[in-house]
């Protein structure tokens, strides 16, 4: 009895890897918001009708790269008319970390009903949709924050879950082995594997496209799915894209916000740098 008390009432009414077919069963949907993950001056060149534009790099992070505090995340949803009844569907130009970061960063905060679309910005978006380059300002809404903390880790968490959970770096693999870093240091956390998020989505000249699940299921299915995932990258938006397939397949993930440019820059946790051996 305790527990239906505290379960999730809302049920999931938009595909987390959203297909261009239902957008279009649900474009006039007047409980649909459209999100553009991509830089202003993209979008003022064109963008989804009724889109609303959410710069992904400058809006999702603060000076530290961290999500942004609490305050500025609902007033940045409530000004794009984001509230519990509303679906939400999000795109960028193709590298689908905006977006994720922003799906990631919306359930965090106990937003269920989001999803990414399955095809970036590009000529089959252009296709299939009306396109404007008019600014579109949504009707205000009020978004309540009910953090889950079950999708967020921390620097603490993360060095006890070291051993104990499945932790995956989702950058590209000359960071992983060290050769590369935006941090001081170099390599990885220990006992990490490699899986570049890279890998979630194919490069297509009309707009990249992510991978079929049944795909997705195979480049991921050496990961036992009895531990908790934890998941990192340099700032914590390839992670995201990682959390999204992996949500989607089954497994209990998590993304460490602080990533490596909190722990690559911290002297006090330990590292693995293959590139020194």
Known sequence: MISSLFS?????????????DWLKTNINNPDLVIVDLRPYEDYQKGHLKNAVNIPGLKSLFDEKFFMPKLDILKELFSNAGIDSN??????DNGDFIWAARFYWILQTLGHENVG??????????????????????AIKSEFVP????????????????????????GR??????????????FGHIPTAK?????????????GNKMRELSELKEIYK????DKKVLLYCDGGADAALNYIVLQELGYKAAVYDGSWAEWGNDESVPIENPSNK
């Open 8 to 20: 999730n009432p809302i049920e999931k009414q938009i595909p987390s890897i959203t297909p261009i």
């Open 86 to 91: 509303k679906l939400v569907v999000a795109y």
């Open 116 to 137: 990414i679309l399955k095809v970036a910005y590009g000529e089959e978006l252009k296709e299939n949709f009306e396109i404007s380059t008019l600014d579109f300002t």
């Open 146 to 169: 009910r953090i889950d903390n079950s999708k967020i880790e921390t620097k603490l968490s993360t060095l006890l879950s070291i051993g104990n959970k499945t932790i995956i770096d």
């Open 172 to 185: 590209q693999e000359q960071h992983y082995l060290g050769e590369k870093s935006i941090a001081k240091r």
């Open 194 to 206: 490699n899986y570049a998020c890279t890998q979630n989505f194919q490069v297509n000249t009309t």
């Open 222 to 225: 050496d990961i036992p799915k």
